[in-house]
């Protein structure tokens, strides 16, 4: 049997006397793309942070390609393969497109402060191959003319895309998207849906996606799970999401029609 890439089993976290997610158990596959719903407060982005080290949980077992991530850092996440984007956009606004990108592919460079104090010939070694790989990423995703352009200048839309695009720049293995159409234009969602099956075929990656917009969800997604109040109440296929009873209730209410439509 395959290991999974990422493995949640019972991960619990509480605040206090609140349980924000309980005993959430999930599976990701290499290369496969699952979506993670649920009503606003549902415990999304909670589980998201407990993934990628910023909380810790407080019991459960969270495991990235096989090892246990209890007590590891988010730095040191990210430098074994978890990327991640933010609900509300977290560019670096004053620096350029081209140093954003910069910025994340030095996380595998192997140079040390001293290194970049004395700026020797392994630093230099080092940068050169760092502003390669960024400037091809920039070419691969159409953003080479506004590579001198500064983050905050660029439309709401390419900042998006420009916010996966220095994810990648850490060679991730697993990218987690926090409502990436937050905020966009039908054409703009259009273009994100693209983009992301465009990622995940060209860097054979995984991605766990959490998203509110039910047409990028059921559009992209190979398998979902449904989180209500930090408890998951449904996985399935997108087919079998949309017309599961416990998540049309979780959304509208009633148990009435499917869900296709749903933007909550």
């Not at 089993?9 to 509480?14: M, S």
């Not at 006397?17 to 290369?31: I, N, R």
């Not at 560019?91 to 140093?99: A, C, H, K, N, T």
């Amino acid at each position: 049997m395959n290991v999974p890439l990422l493995e949640l089993e019972k991960a619990t976290i509480k605040f206090g006397g609140l349980t924000a997610v309980s005993e959430l158990s999930l599976c990701v596959g290499d290369g496969e793309l699952v979506g993670l719903i649920g009503p606003n407060g549902a415990g999304k982005t909670t589980a998201f942070n407990m993934i990628t080290g910023v909380y810790r949980p407080t019991s459960g077992v969270i495991r990235f390609s096989g090892k246990d991530t209890l007590g590891i850092k988010p730095n040191s996440l990210a430098a074994a393969g978890i990327a991640r984007t933010f609900q509300n956009i977290r560019l670096f606004r004053s620096l350029s497109v081209l140093d954003n990108i910069r910025v994340a592919a030095r996380l595998h460079n192997g140079e040390g402060y001293f290194s970049a104090l004395w700026r020797g010939k392994g630093w230099k070694t080092a940068e050169a191959e760092t502003e390669k790989n960024a400037l091809e990423l920039l070419e691969i995703f159409n953003l080479t003319q506004q590579r001198d352009e500064l983050a905050i200048s660029l439309p709401y839309g390419d900042q998006r895309r420009l916010e996966i695009v220095r994810a990648l720049a850490t060679r991730p293995r697993l990218i987690l998207l926090d409502e990436p159409a937050a905020g966009m234009n039908p054409s703009e969602k259009d273009d994100l849906m693209r983009l992301i099956r465009f990622v995940k075929e060209r860097y054979n990656l995984a991605v766990l996606l959490v998203e509110h917009d039910m047409k990028v969800v059921m559009g992209i997604c190979e398998r979902i799970a449904v989180l209500e109040y930090g408890i998951k109440i449904a996985e399935g296929t997108p087919k079998e999401i949309q017309c599961h009873p416990k998540v049309i209730e979780a959304y509208l209410g009633v148990a009435a029609t499917p869900i296709e439509n749903a933007h909550a």
